[in-house]
């Protein structure tokens, strides 16, 4: 019963030469679920080997186009696979001149599927979907225009504990994410920028590795994954390192790394 | 002084785990051109080390996503790195609405560098532009929608014979083709199918490779390179072999590659 987040690039708004912008593949039990959609989007499913007919959610943070020009490309490709099945994107208000983009270029022709865009906006944690494997939540950051995290928690299987996964980008600090996201086992969280250039990051409204490691701290998060790094840095082991001061269990989310959450079995009587 | 083509990629509407749209870099003399530019452009150019400041000239043959989806990053990305100087955009009637959409994504700002869309609209062979390096002209191809192919003739230089690409990308066959391009030393034409394929080139107006050999057989070619392959062939040797039989100084345009078209020196008297 697999619970696993798949990076498909961990770039900010200038990707390098080896880097894709920061997206992600939430694999609930077998239901995924597609976590921002920058340029490039469909080519890393592909490369990665990953069915763009069994996601059925796309949950956009914010209208940042190194979140969603991939949509434009993705709906495409659905519509030339002849999909059937709708395709719900859950994106703050504005999303609807992007979707009306895609069909003005469509021309006469409809996509062979319905596309429903389930708008976001919220002060502070709301669920906004429920499905057979998890409970979606969305909350708000604190970023340039309005951009909202989301938290998904496992719905209860017999004999083990539920899981929660979060995912928060782009932001600064804000110190509601840590009491909405308390308890999560598996926290994604924006480091754009390192402790040095603190400066830059209040500047543009994004996080340290530092400020992502509180956070994850804050929160009493289980693991914490790293991404949206600044192209100005050449090398990422420095976000390793300072995240791992304040919060050891940190990993970086290159590209094509997954991390899992394994399942707690709640003990028996017996036991 | 250097002409090559470079391929970014040798997709077509749908990519492979291996392959990124088509699109291409031209440099004559230094000057670069971009041919096409599909989702993934910007993140190719990157990966490939080509400066996109280096670009002043974007040529679009054609208004499908898969040419045109990667111009609102690759914008984006320029706007970012405070980009100065102004992008020339030749393309089709219909671009205005890609350009509009990015300055609604933009808001209040203004890119820091003017873009213009310069139309490409001919019923027959034409000059479009002239540069110190190459004349530039424009003729009708011959697909589902308004589609162009460009043919660059270096301005000569002292003692040896001016070069000329041409770009025929998408496109059926078309008997003036041959004729418009008559004598070019490259030429980068479409071989969307295999001519085991024939009727559906023939319906989704796409040549084969055959098809594609010929009109480069017809037009005296120096060299043929065969690009924007369909996902349904799982290999790309065939496309070579085909097209051999017909014109054998044929290649495959696939990632990466580049071609070159050395300059051929004029003999002295005294030779």
Redesign the interface.
């Known amino acids: 019963m697999p619970l696993t987040l798949t990076s498909l690039g961990c770039a900010s708004?200038?990707?390098?030469?080896?880097t894709?912008f920061t997206a992600h593949v939430l694999n609930i039990r077998g239901r995924l679920f597609l976590l921002d959609c920058?340029?490039?989007t469909?080519?890393r499913l592909?490369?990665l080997?990953i069915s763009m007919g069994s996601i059925e959610h796309v949950f956009i943070t914010h209208?940042h186009?190194?979140h969603v020009?991939?949509l434009?490309?993705m709906l495409?490709?659905m519509h030339?696979?002849n999909r059937k099945h709708p395709l719900y994107i859950h994106a703050p208000a504005g999303l609807e001149?992007?979707i009306a983009?895609y069909f003005?270029?469509l021309g006469e022709r409809e996509p062979s599927f319905t596309i429903i865009h389930e708008k976001v906006e919220t002060d502070g944690l709301s669920l906004i979907l429920e499905t057979d494997t998890a409970d979606v939540y969305a909350f708000p950051l604190n970023h340039s225009i309005p951009a909202y995290g989301y938290l998904f928690r496992e719905k209860p299987v017999r004999k083990s504990y539920p899981r929660a996964v979060a995912y928060c980008t782009d932001t600064a600090p804000r110190p509601e994410i840590p009491v909405w996201i308390k308890g999560v086992d598996l926290l994604f969280h924006e480091a754009t920028f390192l402790e040095q250039d603190t400066v830059a990051a209040a500047k543009y409204l994004h996080s340290t590795a530092r400020q992502a490691a509180q956070t994850a701290l804050s929160a009493g998060a289980g693991q914490l994954i790293l991404g949206h790094f600044s192209s100005r840095y050449k090398e990422t082991p420095a976000f390793l390192a300072e995240a791992r001061e304040i919060f050891p269990n940190t990993e970086l989310s290159t590209e094509g790394r997954t991390f899992s959450v394994p399942r707690s079995f709640i003990p028996t009587e017996a036991e």
Chains 1, 2 share one sequence.
């Open positions: 708004a200038l990707p390098t030469r080896d894709y920058g340029e490039g469909q080519l592909r490369q080997g209208l186009g190194d020009f991939g434009l490309g495409s490709t030339m696979l001149k992007l983009f003005a270029f």
